[in-house]
């Protein structure tokens, strides 16, 4: 059974950075696409980044692109999120997920995950 644990949350400043971290544990963790989703109070959870499991591709949704930059290490079966030049508007519980990889496909839906974390806040005050 996989396992994913996310770290890094906190409150930080608009402007500011943050790394979001995400162990695995439980299978091959380059046998999975993965992908970081956030959800706001009172709105869906979206998709923000995927990589593939190679990680040679990559999503962003364009709300986050040229600031945020997901990465894996899969020699250390941890996945990461560095927050550049956070926003208010950014503000949300940062989940990971995995999906068994399918070439390089990138999956963007919730439904295409198997595997979540619990999730870690992120707070940008302005």
């Known amino acids: 059974q996989v396992q994913l644990v996310e770290s890094g949350g906190g409150l930080v400043q608009a402007g500011g950075s943050m790394r979001l971290s995400c162990a695995f544990s439980?299978?091959?963790?380059?046998?999975?696409?993965m992908g970081w989703f956030r959800q706001a109070p009172g709105k869906e959870r979206e998709c923000v980044a995927v990589?593939?499991?190679?990680?040679?591709?990559?999503f962003y949704v364009y709300s986050v692109k040229d600031r945020f930059t997901i990465s894996r290490d899969n020699a250390k079966n941890t996945l990461y999120l560095q927050m550049n030049s956070l926003k208010p508007e950014d503000t949300a519980v940062y989940y990971c997920?995995?999906?068994?990889?399918?070439?390089?496909?990138?999956?963007?839906?919730?439904?295409?995950?198997?595997?979540w974390g619990q999730g870690t806040q992120v707070t940008v005050s302005s």
């Open positions: 439980g299978r091959t963790f380059s046998s999975y696409a």
């Open positions: 997920a995995a999906d068994i990889a399918r070439g390089q496909k990138l999956p963007r839906t919730k439904a295409s995950y198997d595997y």
């Open positions: 990589i593939s499991w190679s990680g040679t591709s990559t």
